[in-house]
């Protein structure tokens, strides 16, 4: 082979995703940009398949490339010669539309796309599920191909998060694209300045209306913007890769503001405060081990710092997430379940998580003023917790009713509006001074 046929044969596998057999992510992301720089703009189809890591941790890696194969072909089959497609990495595609500024080729192609991945997948003696959630985007004056991508990614998320095959970037979805890329811009100047903290609402207890802890709850006011979502702050550093820094400052945050509080509130020294994290925060395998060294740092307990886990639904039977939750319950560290009663919350995670609380989302316990099943439901979880010795805890209680309402139906702890509102430290520090000290804490044991 000479010089030049190794030139090429590099190439083709530069350009070409091993396993797949399509365009790799910087062969499909140059493509884009061509298209972008013409003066013909392109419409996009950015692609992920629902359920992927299921599959691979259920049956394996092999057949996991399987079912990334057999989508791959599926694609290709519907877009041929009329849009070029690569994988972008991990269970992700994007199919760029040529000379379809208005996207009325990307709807056809969506609509084609979905019909032929919605369909199952036979591999040996399995018969494999598989949905794919599409984003389409196209032209709207984008000043960037970032822009077109983040669009797209974001209707991708807007239908996956819907349980539809197919969103469309609209106006509201393209105003909170341009909030996205200034929260990823901004993100560390955010960090740095302070601008990003932690407010603090009391956890009290129903029958006494004592503060037995707080959770803390991460804010930012951002210099232009104003209050930007807690949600999408998040959501934006795991999808910029910055995921484990911002943990890692949350943790320093909280329990620094813990080791604050306790000295200027003698009487929390024996109270918890808690803390969100999401199932991938959990899956990042060195959480456990930054857990306990910063707790030895700080010179806390295990059971001061109690983690509320948000989107449980997302942890599977066996995975990093779940080993985390097991490895740092064998320490000490208390979990409770967030937002019980949304989404996909189940009580058979009580059975395979360490869980020391369960947090009743407000919607279920604003379901259960009026007399029917809602109200039996909520009464038999405050029973099932009683029982097995957890924390039953109302979230939203904004009102006199609903707090009476939670204490008859055996509720232990509330918080909401009602009581306290979210506070900077220095705000709560003040209030709990004033308020003076409680005789218990709402931990368990």
């Not at 040529?98 to 991945?117: F, K, N, T």
């Not at 886990?309 to 097991?326: C, F, R, S």
């Amino acid at each position: 082979m000479d010089s030049h046929q190794r030139v090429e044969s590099e190439h083709r596998r530069a350009s070409t995703d091993e396993l797949t057999g399509c365009c790799s992510r910087s062969s499909i992301l140059e493509h884009l940009s061509a298209e972008f720089g013409s003066d013909v703009r392109p419409s996009l189809l950015y692609l992920d398949l629902d359920g992927f890591k299921s599959v691979n941790d259920t049956y394996g890696h092999s057949t996991g490339d399987e079912l990334l194969r057999v989508a791959a072909q599926r694609i290709d089959g519907v877009v041929r010669d009329r849009a070029q497609f690569g994988r972008l990495g991990g269970d992700e595609f994007l199919v760029v539309v040529p000379d379809d500024a208005s996207g009325r080729v990307a709807s056809r192609l969506a609509g084609s796309i979905a019909d032929q991945c919605n369909r199952p997948v036979a591999f040996r003696t399995l018969r494999l599920p598989m949905r794919v959630s599409i984003g389409v985007a196209f032209d709207n004056d984008h000043q960037s191909v970032s822009a077109l991508l983040n669009e797209a990614d974001e209707a991708m998320y807007l239908a996956k998060r819907s349980a539809i095959s197919i969103a469309f970037a609209d106006s509201e979805l393209r105003n909170r694209t341009a909030t996205m890329a200034i929260v990823d811009r901004d993100v560390d100047i955010g960090l740095e300045s302070n601008e990003i903290h932690f407010n603090y609402q009391p956890i009290r207890n129903l029958v006494t209306h004592e503060v037995m802890g707080a959770e803390a709850l991460v804010r930012w006011d951002h210099a232009e913007m104003g209050a930007i979502p807690p949600p999408m702050l998040v959501q934006r550093v795991e999808r910029t890769g910055r995921a484990e820094m911002f943990t890692e400052w949350c943790l320093r945050k909280v329990l620094s503001d813990l080791v604050l509080l306790r000295r200027e509130v003698p009487w929390f020294h024996d109270k918890a405060l808690s803390f969100n994290v999401t199932p991938r925060q959990l899956a990042w395998p060195g959480y456990a081990d930054l857990h306990a060294e910063l707790l030895e740092e700080f010179g806390l307990r295990p059971r001061d710092l109690i983690l509320e886990v948000v989107e449980a639904e997302e942890i599977q039977v066996g995975d990093e997430a779940e080993q985390t939750l097991m490895k740092l319950a064998e320490t000490g560290v208390i979990s409770a379940l967030d937002d019980f009663g949304s989404g996909h919350n189940a009580l058979s995670y009580l059975t395979r998580f360490p869980i020391g609380a369960i947090k009743l989302d407000k919607s279920l316990v604003h379901s259960a003023i009026d007399p029917g099943p809602a109200r039996k439901i909520v009464a038999g979880i405050a029973a099932m917790c009683a029982d097995l010795g957890i924390v039953s805890l109302a979230e939203g209680v904004e009102d006199h009713a609903v707090a009476e309402l939670c204490r008859e139906l055996g509720i232990s702890h509330r918080q909401g509006w009602f009581f306290s509102r979210p506070a900077p430290l220095g705000r709560f520090v003040a209030d709990r001074i004033a308020e003076g000290a409680p005789s218990r804490d709402w931990r368990v044991g």
